[in-house]
């Protein structure tokens, strides 16, 4: 028996986000009515709790957010309820687990036409426009007849079911990379999605991956996950140490995920020469740097990532499912929802967590 109403975190404003009650979402005949297992907290979650001019807008830029909404993207859930088209079209029936990319295309943009759905003009994610794409961190969430929805095997559990679009966000930055065997990569951030990035580009089979951070828990747990050397910049000269490693040249590939200024600086000092840099980062500040390193004097490739291309969840759903990555150490928390102001404040830390999933 499905209730009239649930409980949700819904964002208003900056720094006012809320945890209460709401309708459980109505459905039409193209929709799917999902009962959430949980959802994921992203750096983008918390950056647009703490008021984010990328989510709010500022004097150059609209708002992208539209509160009220509820919140979350990195949700999994069981099929509760579908209309007769979705279920047609979708392929999917009650009590299956299924996944919708986190974006809606609008199929009409040139982006969705030239078959580039993650870069739609219009660009809906789930967690972000309120009554179009309300998220995950509720009990129930309507996928939206427009959705790419993905089923999930029941066998990837609660962790690897809220870990799809983290990785699906991971394989496509790798890809994106373009690691050849002969590359030393290096990884800037061993946030949850670092830390995702980092076993892909492994299954790549480059030279050396390298995994950067300043907090010990999780360069111990990128090491676990198969880092062939940790290098903790509060510590070490990264850069420095880079190029020793490589004789003075610097790595081939720099993945740069923490949305840091000084990563961003960094990686732009230790790439080699025609080096690659994959900027993934979410930022809060602007990131002054020096144009004539990549042109003048390095002639670098500059290569951004965004979301999961078409190629992300196919990739993590198989990997997942397959064991192919670790999900299981990489999620370290399950938190109740109502709980989530204490969650999120873990997760902008980081010092004690890496991927903190909410459940209902």
Same mark, same amino acid.
């Given at each position: 028996?499905? #209730?009239?109403?649930?409980?949700?975190?819904?964002?208003?404003?900056? !720094?006012?986000?809320?945890? *209460?009650? %709401?309708?459980?979402?109505?459905?039409?005949?193209?929709?799917?009515?999902?009962? +959430?297992?949980?959802?994921?907290?992203?750096?983008?979650?918390?950056? +647009?709790?703490?008021?984010?001019?990328?989510?709010?807008?500022?004097?150059?830029? #609209?708002?992208?957010?539209?509160?009220?909404?509820? %919140?979350?993207?990195?949700?999994?859930?069981?099929?509760?309820?579908?209309?007769?088209?979705?279920? *047609?079209?979708?392929?999917?029936?009650?009590?299956?687990?299924?996944?919708? *990319?986190?974006?809606? #295309?609008?199929?009409? %943009?040139?982006? %969705?036409?030239?078959?580039?759905?993650? &870069?739609?003009?219009?660009?809906?994610?789930?967690?972000?426009?309120?009554?179009?794409?309300?998220?995950? !961190?509720?009990?129930?969430?309507?996928?939206?007849?427009?959705?790419?929805?993905?089923?999930?095997?029941? $066998?990837?559990?609660?962790?690897?079911?809220?870990?799809?679009?983290? @990785? $699906?966000?991971?394989?496509?930055? @790798?890809?994106?990379?373009?690691?050849?065997?002969?590359?030393?990569?290096?990884?800037?951030?061993?946030?949850?999605?670092? &830390?995702?990035?980092?076993?892909?580009?492994?299954?790549?089979?480059?030279?050396m991956v390298i995994a950067i951070d300043g907090k010990p828990n999780r360069l111990a747990l990128a090491e676990k996950l198969g880092a062939d050397l940790v290098i903790d910049y509060t510590k070490e000269d990264c850069v420095a140490k880079v190029k020793?490693? /490589?004789?003075?040249?610097?790595?081939?590939?720099?993945? =740069?995920?923490?949305?840091?200024?000084?990563?961003?600086?960094?990686?732009? =000092?230790?790439?080699?020469?025609?080096?690659?840099?994959?900027?993934?980062?979410?930022?809060?500040?602007?990131?002054?740097?020096?144009?004539?390193?990549?042109?003048?004097?390095?002639?670098?490739?500059?290569?951004? +990532?965004?979301?999961?291309? /078409?190629?992300?969840?196919?990739?993590?759903?198989?990997?997942?499912?397959?064991?192919?990555?670790?999900?299981?150490? @990489?999620?370290?928390?399950?938190?109740?929802?109502?709980?989530?102001? +204490?969650?999120?404040? !873990?997760? *902008?830390?980081?010092?004690?967590?890496?991927?903190?999933?909410?459940? #209902?």
């Amino acid at each position: 028996m499905i #209730p009239k109403t649930m409980k949700a975190l819904i964002a208003y404003a900056p !720094m006012d986000f809320r945890y *209460e009650d %709401c309708p459980v979402p109505e459905i039409s005949e193209d929709d799917i009515l999902i009962k +959430s297992f949980g959802c994921g907290i992203c750096a983008g979650d918390t950056k +647009s709790w703490r008021g984010a001019s990328m989510f709010w807008g500022d004097e150059t830029h #609209p708002a992208w957010l539209k509160a009220p909404v509820r %919140c979350g993207h990195e949700f999994c859930g069981e099929v509760v309820m579908i209309g007769d088209r979705a279920a *047609e079209n979708f392929g999917l029936t009650l009590g299956d687990w299924c996944v919708p *990319e986190q974006a809606i #295309p609008c199929g009409k %943009c040139r982006y %969705c036409l030239d078959g580039e759905r993650w &870069l739609c003009e219009v660009h809906n994610l789930y967690g972000f426009q309120g009554g179009i794409t309300d998220g995950g !961190m509720a009990e129930y969430v309507k996928i939206d007849g427009r959705s790419i929805v993905h089923k999930v095997p029941k $066998s990837v559990g609660v962790k690897g079911g809220c870990m799809i679009e983290p @990785v $699906s966000c991971a394989a496509h930055t @790798v890809e994106r990379a373009g690691i050849t065997l002969r590359d030393v990569v290096v990884i800037g951030g061993m946030g949850p999605i670092g &830390l995702m990035k980092m076993q892909l580009a492994k299954l790549k089979n480059p030279k050396m991956v390298i995994a950067i951070d300043g907090k010990p828990n999780r360069l111990a747990l990128a090491e676990k996950l198969g880092a062939d050397l940790v290098i903790d910049y509060t510590k070490e000269d990264c850069v420095a140490k880079v190029k020793e490693l /490589t004789g003075g040249y610097g790595c081939d590939v720099y993945i =740069e995920n923490s949305g840091s200024p000084q990563s961003v600086l960094n990686g732009l =000092e230790m790439l080699k020469k025609h080096g690659r840099m994959v900027e993934f980062g979410v930022f809060l500040e602007k990131t002054p740097v020096d144009w004539s390193i990549i042109g003048d004097k390095k002639e670098l490739t500059i290569l951004g +990532s965004h979301i999961s291309g /078409t190629e992300g969840y196919d990739i993590a759903i198989d990997a997942i499912a397959n064991k192919k990555v670790n999900v299981e150490d @990489v999620v370290t928390h399950l938190i109740p929802l109502k709980d989530w102001q +204490s969650a999120y404040e !873990m997760a *902008e830390r980081g010092d004690e967590s890496a991927k903190i999933v909410l459940v #209902p």
